[in-house]
């Protein structure tokens, strides 16, 4: 349950930003924007590629790592299309877009990953 908790990190993390930028409307720098994505993006689908073989094993801990992984993945691409998107438009929603659907899609893998806790926990452990 604490993996839970600990996905929505990022995504509190987003909306922390997004609240920034209204205050200091300033676009973001989308070559770098995109180049970070286009990096973090390797590195992710290379996580969840890995993980997509025992996602639905060993309960919520691995499904929690797919999730994460798969969410970053998604996130990554968003990122990489909100720059030229950033430079064709010089405003900040498209960067705001993007962080309210990353906040959106860790909220949903916290709730599925708290679901599957708890169901874990509801079910005797047959090693105790």
């Known amino acids: 349950m604490v993996l839970a908790a600990l996905i929505l990190v990022p995504g509190a993390a987003t909306l922390w930003e997004a609240w920034g930028k209204f205050a200091m409307p300033i676009p973001p720098e989308p070559l770098s924007l995109s180049l970070t994505g286009m990096g973090a993006f390797v590195v992710n689908l290379t996580c969840a590629v890995l993980l997509m073989r025992v996602r639905s094993h060993a309960g919520s801990l ?67």
């Open 62 to 128: 691995t499904r929690a790592a797919f999730l994460s992984a798969r969410n970053d993945v998604a996130a990554n691409v968003a990122i990489v299309v909100a720059g030229p998107i950033t430079v064709a438009t010089a405003s900040i929603w498209p960067d705001l877009l993007v962080g309210l659907a990353i906040f959106l899609m860790n909220l949903g893998a916290a709730h599925e990953v708290f679901v599957a806790a708890q169901k874990e926990r509801a079910t005797p452990n047959p090693r105790a």
